[in-house]
């Protein structure tokens, strides 16, 4: 079993939709949660952290469940321009530093 | 903007060619790492410093070999390439003192070995 687990998707929306994806992680011991955004043939870029008590920036939302040990990302009111696919990266425990990063989840918003 | 650069960034080489792949960071990081990511495919660590003159391999086996001796350049070497070498390599920091920071990454580099 992989240590952080995502579904690859597809996922394909209209224009306006809310979509959400999950992210599970196997080490209880993680403490760092994080959403990255990767546009095609590009870098990952920091979309947010994750904090304990959720956290909203704009149209996203970011879960954290330990109980069930996965993190979600919720999307509002999608745009053409959130198609991307969205890593979930967790730390690694005793705070290394080290993200594990899942294979990621793409995105399609259509018109 | 982000404060770390890689060069070149697309490089084609002929097998059995030595390669430096370049990453410098203006942040002050002390923790840098090195990704390979096939086109579709996810991240994996090939290296990672946690300051100077540490380097450590990360979970995918690599024929390549890091570098730390200053804080801000963290460069990448093949001695020989193969086709198999063939990829996306993408250079990141991080400040251990920063945690929820995450990483910051390079813009990478393409890498076809022919």
């Known amino acids: 079993r992989k240590e952080v687990e995502q579904d690859p998707g597809p996922f394909n929306v209209p224009e306006g939709a809310t979509v959400a994806f999950n992210c599970t992680y196997s080490n209880s011991a993680s403490q760092s949660f994080f959403w990255y955004r990767q546009d095609c043939r590009k870098e990952p870029k920091l979309l947010m952290s994750v904090y304990s008590s959720g956290n909203e920036d704009g149209r996203f939302t970011a879960q954290l469940n330990r109980a069930s040990q996965y993190i979600s990302l919720l999307i509002r009111d999608s745009k053409l321009s959130d198609s991307a696919t969205y890593l979930c990266?967790?730390?690694?425990?005793?705070?290394?530093?080290?993200?594990?990063f899942g294979q990621g989840t793409t995105l399609q918003v259509k018109p | 903007e982000a404060d770390i650069y890689q060069t070149p960034r697309y490089l084609v080489i002929g097998t059995g060619k030595k390669i430096t792949l370049e990453c410098s960071q203006t942040?002050?990081?002390?923790?840098m790492y090195w990704y390979q990511q096939d086109p579709g495919m996810e991240l994996h660590l090939i290296h990672y410093s946690y300051g100077v003159n540490s380097t450590e391999k990360g979970d995918l086996s690599s024929e390549s070999t890091v570098s730390r001796i200053r804080t801000e350049h963290f460069p990448l070497t093949l001695e020989s390439a193969r086709p198999s070498h063939t990829s996306q390599y993408l250079c990141?920091?991080?400040?251990?003192?920063?945690?929820?920071?995450?990483?910051?990454f390079g813009s990478g580099t393409r890498l076809t070995v022919v």
């Open positions: 990141a920091s991080s400040d251990s003192g920063r945690t929820n920071y995450g990483y910051t």
């Open positions: 942040m002050g990081h002390d923790k």
């Open positions: 990266a967790v730390n690694t425990a005793g705070n290394t530093g080290k993200l594990i």
